[in-house]
Structures are given as structure tokens and as C-alpha cells.
């Protein structure tokens, strides 16, 4: 972490606990009105961007993401609709809601239309930032080789995320 995000200058340089941090996020969003379970997920979201190094997606957002929540540019209840479906195919409005979260819902939703008809595409509008692109882009992969044997390749490219693996490949 940097010491200017903290306001500590330019030379400080802090290490804390992934748990720690994580925790501390938390109860940052639940004391900014989050429910527990989006709470969780949202904080989880932040803080692993920046556990694996992705600093630009991190921590050092997560003041702005709040300050934005406060202002009400981020509608922390708002509940996603779907716009239009056809077949594998769909349009969501994501209300202004939190765009990490939005992003790892619907990364979820297109595997599910994948499951159904092959393929899946969801397009996303009215969401904020959704932040590292590789934590939707690593989703895939990772439920593949865990969950369908019928997988063989997952081809996914995301800011941040383009990778492709074969079921039961991805090196961590």
C-alpha cells in the first residue's frame, strides 16, 4: 500500500494483513448503509485487486467508490432489471449500483446462459466503475474446471484479463 493513500506522503510504505484489510473494508461499507452479504463481497472485490497487485484497482479507489456511495452517484440498494433477452443474448440496467458488483453478477449470468445455449453475452449499462476486469475475466476458468468437465475453453478478454485456459489448466 502507498503511504500517500494513507496521507503519509510519499517515502511511507504500510503492509497490512489481507484479513485485516479485508475486515476494515467491511465495516466500512456496513457503516455506509451496505447489507452485510454485498458488504462482504464489495470489500472482498477491493481488497483482492490489491492483494494481487493491482494497485490502480484497489485500495487506493476505495475512498473515491465511498465518497461516491455518500453522494448517491452509487446507489448502494439498487437492484439490477434486465432490459431484453434473446436466447443467449441480454441487456441489463444496473441501476447505478456498486460496478463491482454488478460485474461479478453478471459474469455469473452470462455463464449461465453459456450453460444453456453455449454461449453467453450480457451487456451491462448504468453501473459505475467495476474495477479489475481480470477478477470477471478469472471467473470462468476457475467455475470450469470446477464445476463442468464439459468445458474445454474459456475465451475471455477483459481489461486487465486475457487469458486462456483449457479446463483444469489455470496456474495459480
Known sequence: MNGRALGLGTTATCRVPYPELLNTLVRALL?????????????QLFAESSRDGVY????????????????????????????????????WDGGMGPGNLNAYHYMDRALKLADLHGIGCVALANTNHWMRGGTYGWRPPMLASSESAGRTLVRISLHGARKSHGSGTIPW
Not at 457503516?31 to 470489500?43: S, V
Not at 485500495?59 to 452509487?74: A, E, H, Q, Y
Open 31 to 43: 457503516r455506509a448503509g451496505f447489507e452485510t452479504e454485498r458488504a462482504a463481497r464489495c470489500a
Open 56 to 91: 490502480s484497482h484497489g485500495l487506493n479507489r476505495f475512498p473515491l467508490f465511498l465518497s461516491m456511495t455518500r453522494s448517491g452517484v452509487i446507489d448502494i440498494r439498487a437492484e439490477p432489471r434486465l432490459v431484453s433477452s434473446s436466447g443467449p443474448l441480454e441487456r
